[in-house]
């Protein structure tokens, strides 16, 4: 397919109808409606507006969801507008609301299969009046629509579309990736999807995208997409090195060969995520652990922040011990989680060699041999200037190092939960994986890497 003819593909399928759009805002009108009715029961003057990509015209078919913010007074404090925000967006949503985080709390709800955040903020006159996000996204919602034509709406589908093919598409903690602000700045600083894309192949960090006024402050970070509402706030702060460098490489294989595979990746096979994999573990030098427990029941941007988190700690852990991770990858279903880790050894020998100060360093060198006394397996000797000696390993058993979690970098959430954790190795993880079709499936794309893109 030549590059328009993939384009044209996308915008027919990425674009709502119009059934769609009115039953989407005939549903936020209602709960407009509910809330203006609540919070004067509560005596409290509370402004319902509808934002996001719903009122942007920039979302995408069949992915429509709900962002109805409750712009309080701006006199409110933190405490109160949670307090009587929460309570308020309780009653809207019948009791059925589940609390989630961001900068404030807010409350995330299904009606009729639609997702709904009823989002507390405060009504602020200005987007840099100490306003958080979630404050200047009232701001956010105004520049947007008034830079915004159908063309590059039509534009914007697009970019959110690929960046979804690739992966690289959402801030919230799983991802790590453009935010849809983010992909509709870049529309709009750029003028075309295309262009979005040509201006990437050629990113070098630190990338810098300008609309209107330079940043008022210096940031630190790979890319840098200046909040033309806000000129101190780096839009992209989500955005994670991988991700930056996906759609970098990404751009360069689309603009060299398009095709539908950016924007819609080919399933991954449970049947090849059960089996593919089935080669290579515990022979030559390479093993794998699954850690398996049950997911904390918290909502998704907690809990995949704390995987995330968690990962680190367990690999970092690893490594202390000697195992030698070669990497980690962690998933979860909302039901069990799982942490797996690709590791050289699974068995360290009963003993291990320390190195250390050199003997001119006379007091150091005078604590490490009385430290050591009794306790050396052999020695202590001399290799070049340096002391060593050979000393018993506390843990030999990759799956005894993993059970000592006092001694992980573990989340509140995770190490509440890690008690019970099943540790897992080699055809015993395998079977685990095996036997779950989404899991395999999911962990497929950890084992093959490659992107499905990659022509």
């Not at 009715?37 to 942007?56: D, F, N, Q, T």
Request: with cysteine; hydrophobic share 40%.
């Amino acid at each position: 397919m030549s590059l328009n003819q993939v384009l044209d593909e996308v915008r027919r399928r990425v674009t709502p109808t119009a059934e769609e759009e009115g039953r989407l805002l005939s549903l936020a009108e209602r709960l407009k409606k509910r809330i203006l009715e609540v919070s004067s029961a509560y005596g409290v003057s509370v402004e319902p507006m509808l934002v996001g990509s719903l009122p942007k015209g920039t979302w995408l078919r069949g992915e429509g969801d709900l962002d109805v913010f409750m712009l309080f007074p701006k006199h409110f404090n933190k405490r109160s507008l949670e307090d009587i925000g929460l309570r308020i967006a309780n009653e809207v949503s019948e009791g059925r609301g589940v609390r989630a985080y961001a900068e404030h709390p807010y409350l995330r709800f299904y009606v009729d299969g639609v997702k709904v955040d009823l989002v507390p903020a405060l009504k602020v006159d200005r987007a840099d009046a100490k306003a958080t996000a979630v404050d200047r996204t009232p701001f956010h919602l105004e520049y947007v629509n008034s830079k915004l034509d159908d063309e590059l709406r039509a534009n914007v589908r697009l970019l959110k579309r690929f960046m979804k093919g690739i992966g690289v598409y959402g801030a919230e903690a799983r991802t790590l990736g453009f935010s849809g602000y983010v992909c509709e700045l870049l529309t709009i600083k750029h003028g075309s999807f295309t262009r979005v894309l040509e201006a990437a192949a050629g990113w070098r960090p630190p990338t810098l995208v300008v609309l209107e006024a330079q940043p008022t402050v210096a940031f630190n970070h790979h890319i840098v997409v200046v909040d033309p509402t806000d000129p101190s706030r780096n839009a992209a702060a989500a955005v994670s090195l991988e991700s930056y460098a996906v759609f970098i490489a990404g751009s360069q294989a689309f603009l060299e060969k398009p095709g539908i595979e950016f924007f819609y990746p080919p399933s991954l096979s449970p049947q090849r995520g059960a089996y593919i994999f089935e080669l290579g573990y515990g022979v030559g030098g390479r093993h794998l652990v699954l850690v398996a427990l049950t997911a904390p029941q918290v909502v998704e941007e907690v809990l995949w922040s704390e995987l995330r988190s968690s990962a680190h700690g367990l690999t970092q852990h690893l490594e202390r011990y000697g195992f030698n991770p070669l990497s980690t990858w962690f998933w979860s279903d909302g039901a069990e989680a799982y942490f797996c880790l690709e590791v050289e050894r699974v068995e360290l020998p009963a003993y291990e060699k320390r190195v250390g100060p050199p003997v001119y360093a006379r007091e150091d060198a005078k604590r490490f041999l009385a430290k050591n006394k009794g306790r050396a397996l052999r020695g202590p000797w001399i290799e070049a200037d340096r002391w060593v000696v050979e000393l018993p390993r506390r843990v030999t058993r990759i799956a005894e190092a993993l059970r000592r979690q006092g001694e992980v970098d573990l989340s509140p959430h995770i190490r509440a939960n890690y008690t019970s954790a099943r540790i897992l190795v080699d055809s015993e993880a395998l079977q685990v994986i095996a036997s779950n079709s989404k899991l395999a499936t999911e962990f497929t794309r950890f084992y093959t890497h490659t992107p499905a893109w990659l022509s």
